[in-house]
């Protein structure tokens, strides 16, 4: 039994800045993280042993004269208010992808403001996500926010819509939406115009991913619960792999799935944007330690 970590997995450039930045600034002392800073359990809990404690929306607008990472995810122009009023420092770790998605949706929302066109901004994303909410506040909370394709009822479709994406969301769902939003238009009889702002790290992730769990014969998948993203490349997994296995940690493996990876020639170990290198490598360890 061989045992491989794709070498594809792992954090994404805007998690991997956020981390870093955490790591650089606690060493000048007390910080607060606004959120969890990864969907991701065990980094949380490593960076609290560090000194990052986490707050939310509640303990932000109580706090004063502090220091607030905000994480890659974003937030909505009303936290930067917050923090202005209550003088604390904001060391601001948003990706510059979901910023520059930020400020696409902000001039869209501008110039059809105070125009009466009924036009809709839809956000292809998950109701109630950090990056997603970060979305809605460019709008005034105006924003349609949609699931799936079974949300689209939520639309106008004799009004105008301009529809975004989470940019951790899949590409095809985005372009099986957009197809939908084209057949649904009355002979184009009004606006539709769509922007694919889907990360191209997230994007070009699951061609790779297919290929290494399609060359495994067992593949665990190392994400966190809370991880929008990890449930979506997760399942990209098992379309082309159909044992694949969700685990959180090497606390989650089981006596069954021991076995089952050594009655195997190849393992492999993946994980996603929110998943440390170093959960993988004690996944790894686990599975080869077993029996010794």
């Known amino acids: ?4 970590i794709d070498e594809n997995s792992g954090f994404c450039f805007g998690v991997t800045t956020a981390i870093e930045t955490a790591e650089r600034e606690l060493k000048k002392g007390s910080l607060y993280c606004l959120g969890d800073i990864v969907h991701n359990g065990q980094e949380v809990e490593r960076l609290d042993k560090l000194g990052l404690e986490t707050i939310d929306y509640d303990d932000l607008r109580t706090l004063r004269n502090a220091r607030v990472l905000l994480r890659a995810h974003g937030e909505p122009p009303s936290t930067y208010h917050i923090a202005k009023q209550n003088g604390i420092e904001i060391i601001d770790a948003s990706c510059p992808v979901v910023l520059h998605l930020q400020k696409r949706i902000r001039d869209t929302y501008q110039s059809l403001h105070g125009k009466n066109t009924g036009a809709q901004i839809v956000i292809f994303g998950k109701k109630g996500h950090a990056e997603v909410i970060g979305l809605e506040g460019q709008t005034n909370n105006t924003a349609i926010v949609i699931e799936s394709i079974n949300d689209l009822d939520k639309l106008d479709f004799s009004k105008p819509i301009y529809l975004f994406s989470q940019t951790t969301k899949s590409v095809e769902e985005f372009e ?117």
């Open 1 to 4: 039994m061989t045992v491989t």
């Open 176 to 292: 099986a939406i957009v197809e939908e939003i084209k057949r649904r238009k009355a002979k184009g009889e009004s606006l539709f115009e769509y922007h694919n702002t889907i990360c191209r790290n997230v994007a070009n992730r699951v061609k790779r991913l297919q290929e290494f769990a399609s060359s495994n014969d067992v593949v665990i998948f190392v994400g966190g619960q809370k991880s929008s993203n990890a449930k979506v490349l997760y399942h990209h997994c098992l379309e082309v792999n159909s044992c694949t296995l969700f685990v959180s940690s090497e606390a989650d493996i089981t006596q069954d799935i021991l076995e089952r990876c050594h009655r195997v020639e190849r393992v492999g170990i993946c994980g996603a944007t929110s998943t440390p290198k170093w959960l993988m490598e004690n996944v790894k360890k686990h599975i080869e330690n077993y029996g010794i």
